[in-house]
């Protein structure tokens, strides 16, 4: 079956500019995660929707970051006033209910000019 | 931060030969797994290990976990081309209704054919 889907998969925006990056998780995935990768490192978790609630958002760096799930299927993650420092690949995950693995989207590469 | 690092940072090897790849982490956990990941995207997962399970095996892969020393080890036998890649481990403290995972800093696997 399809697998976790982001859209767009590269995003350039100028220093100051919202952004929003989505992600399908698979169908009938009921978790969600965010994760932020920048060159060189491993991937570090943002935050964490069980269904419709965020469970778990003490990754995000601060409150330029939101993310929402309203129906629980797509997510979004919203970056107010970008900066240079926001610039990394933006990965989602998803995981049905009981299981621990996660299955990871393509990401979304971020390049804030 | 970064919950775990990886020894070594780079490894280069030979077709056929064997790759050990180490984990060290910090805190207590429920599970370890260890991900595998290309050019920098996606994340695939290869392997979870409980924290009463002491090895594992999978294919050409074999993990070995020590909670005591707060260490694993990935082993990847045989190796082929295909294989070169980034091999992350990643911990899951097992907070109750989450499964975030810590990731560590990675290890750069190539095989030379």
């Known amino acids: 079956g399809a697998g976790v889907s982001q859209t767009p998969s590269n995003k350039v925006t100028e220093k100051g500019k919202y952004v929003e990056l989505r992600c399908d998780p698979i169908?009938?995935?009921?978790?969600l995660y965010w994760y932020r990768q920048s060159l060189g490192q491993g991937p570090e978790f943002l935050i964490y929707?069980?269904?419709?609630?965020?469970?778990?958002d003490s990754g995000l760096p601060n409150d330029r970051f939101f993310a929402v799930r309203p129906e629980g299927s797509v997510s979004t993650l919203k970056i107010q006033r970008t900066e240079r420092g926001d610039s990394a690949v933006y990965l989602c995950?998803?995981?049905?209910?009981?299981?621990?693995?996660?299955?990871f989207g393509p990401g979304t590469r971020l390049l804030v000019l | 931060s970064q919950q775990g690092e990886e020894d070594p940072q780079a490894l280069s090897i030979q077709e056929g030969e064997n790759a050990t790849m180490n984990c060290s982490y910090k805190?207590?956990?429920?599970?370890l797994q260890w991900y595998r990941q290309n050019s920098g995207r996606g994340l695939v997962h290869l392997i979870l290990?409980?924290?009463?399970?002491r090895e594992k095996h999978s294919g050409r892969l074999r993990v070995t976990l020590d909670t005591s020393k707060k260490s694993s080890s990935l082993l990847i036998t045989a190796s082929r081309a295909a294989d070169t890649a980034s091999y992350f481990c990643?911990?899951?403290?097992?907070?109750?209704?989450?499964?975030?995972?810590?990731f560590g800093t990675g290890t750069r696997l190539t095989v030379i054919p």
């Open positions: 995950a998803s995981s049905p209910r009981g299981e621990e693995t996660q299955y």
């Open positions: 169908s009938g995935h009921t978790a």
């Open positions: 929707f069980q269904g419709t609630g965020a469970a778990d």
């Open positions: 805190t207590s956990i429920n599970n």
């Open positions: 290990i409980r924290s009463n399970e």
């Open positions: 990643a911990t899951d403290p097992g907070q109750t209704g989450a499964n975030n995972l810590f």
